[in-house]
């Protein structure tokens, strides 16, 4: 246990001379903050203006994105998420290392309430304004609820030849919407939960579900026969319950995108009406790929798999993630082969996200120090109020027993200072002063301090 003596000494340290107030930590800009979008910002959360000028489909979501007050950067993550759901579930991207993934996707929003990360989302609905009866979007509830969102029931012959309904996969593509993502890590740390494993599984286009005993109640998609995307809405206070599960490999399969833009100008531009774009026609097979950016890949992980490098943890999925963007963004202008500048631009989409998530770290970095020094700063306090009545007892206790002693008359010639210090304890002269408790006794009524003196009062203790 800390002693609330030098931990009172400790926090007195830190007090501002000026003040009497404890010194606060400089404070960090939050990641939601519109200054940090600014040329000349030391932290810039968002993508840079040169990115959207680099192809006509880039620099039209961000025309929308103006027109509705809305960060591009979140625009581009919803818009994205979208044309996966829409994209058939037979194109894969191509295995550099491992085997052929899939475009399932997830994107998470970061920026503080009213920032307009729900309306980023319909920003994107109104630019890639495809409707079907094989796709859906629904809220993000618990994990068998992700795999009920494809399946529905359907009547079906049996081998008797009786009619039957049976649960079955109606739906081909999802898209998952979460407005607060504070109830990811609330619904994901329920006891079991099958919430972000679901997740992390879907995220990789694997099986889903399991079969129960009844045939009309089994829960199962097939690998690669659905499409998955997710886009998450999180206030920057409530980001890192994505980042906790950091363990599990949740966060490392999200974009982290910025929801504010200081960059959005006053004046509203045109409304650049829908984008041009309709689903790929494509057999089953990998998406083409770059040799140079398949060559990339191959060594990094040869690197990683020899050991040679060391990587942060919630980079561990980057090369991945990064082609993801890069299927995404070859299939947003046609194309269905990822070329070396698909390449170039999706890393630029993981620089940006690498800022947004440091900004969350470091945000809830500063909050940690702060409840610290606040907790610190009671204990204090706390110490203080015990010396404080610690010594008030010494005080009482020290002026009763001189009181008594000088009642008793036991002294030759009188009681002096000397004599009545002999009764009082050393353990309450270390907290208090004899003079205090002689003020005290007087003070009640019990002695009569004349000089050098001490004779007997009105009233005994």
Not at 6 to 32: H, Q
Not at 131 to 151: A, M, N
Not at 412 to 423: E, F
Request: hydrophobic share 40%; with cysteine; aromatic share 4%.
């Amino acid at each position: 246990m800390t002693d609330p003596t030098m931990l009172a000494a400790r926090v007195l340290a830190e007090l501002d001379p000026g003040t009497g107030l404890l010194s606060p930590p400089p404070r960090r800009p939050a990641i939601a903050d519109p200054s940090l979008a600014r040329e000349g910002s030391e932290l810039k959360q968002n993508l840079p203006a040169s990115f959207y000028d680099e192809r006509p489909e880039l620099g039209h979501i961000r025309a929308a994105a103006y027109s509705r007050a809305r960060s591009p950067d979140a625009v581009l993550g919803a818009t994205l998420a979208r044309l996966a759901v829409l994209t058939p579930p037979t194109l894969r991207l191509p295995a550099p290392v491992d085997s052929e993934a899939s475009l399932d996707f997830a994107v998470a929003v970061i920026g503080r309430s009213g920032a307009g990360k729900s309306g980023a989302l319909k920003v994107g609905r109104d630019l890639l304004a495809i409707e079907s009866d094989d796709l859906d979007v629904v809220g993000l509830g618990s994990g068998e609820g992700i795999v009920e969102s494809y399946l529905g029931m359907v009547d079906e012959v049996d081998d008797a030849g009786k009619a039957v309904r049976v649960k079955r996969q109606v739906r081909r593509g999802v898209l998952f919407l979460l407005d607060e993502g504070q109830a990811l890590g609330e619904m994901g740390s329920r006891r079991g939960s099958t919430l972000l494993p679901t997740i992390r599984s879907a995220w990789a286009g694997e099986m889903l579900g399991q079969a129960n005993a009844s045939e009309e109640r089994r829960r199962k998609l097939p690998a690669g026969e659905y499409r998955f995307a997710l886009v998450a809405g999180f206030q920057l206070e409530y980001a890192t319950a994505l980042l906790d599960d950091a363990a599990g490999g949740t966060p490392q399969r999200f974009v982290f995108l910025n929801a504010h833009d200081a960059a959005i100008p006053d004046d509203a531009p045109p409304w650049p009406g829908p984008l041009n774009w309709r689903p790929p026609v494509h057999g089953a097979g990998p998406m083409g790929l770059d040799a140079g950016v398949a060559a990339e890949i191959r060594r990094r992980a040869l690197a990683v798999s020899r050991d040679e490098v060391d990587i942060d943890p919630l980079d561990s999925r980057r090369d991945l993630v990064r082609l993801k963007v890069a299927g995404l963004l070859a299939l947003l202008a046609g194309r269905t082969d990822i070329t070396a500048d698909d390449w170039r631009l999706a890393g630029q989409v993981l620089d940006a996200s690498d800022r947004v998530r440091a900004g969350i770290i470091d945000a809830a970095r500063w909050r940690a120090s702060e409840s610290e020094r606040a907790r610190t700063s009671k204990l204090a306090r706390q110490a203080a109020d015990l010396d404080d009545d610690a010594t008030t007892r010494a005080i009482d206790t020290m002026g009763a027993a001189i009181a008594r002693h000088v009642h008793r008359g036991q002294c030759d010639g009188g009681c002096r200072r000397r004599c009545v210090t002999q009764v009082t304890s050393g353990k309450h002269r270390k907290l208090a002063t004899v003079d205090d408790a002689l003020a005290d006794a007087a003070r009640h009524g019990w002695i009569v301090v004349n000089g050098a003196d001490i004779t007997p009062g009105e009233t005994t203790p």
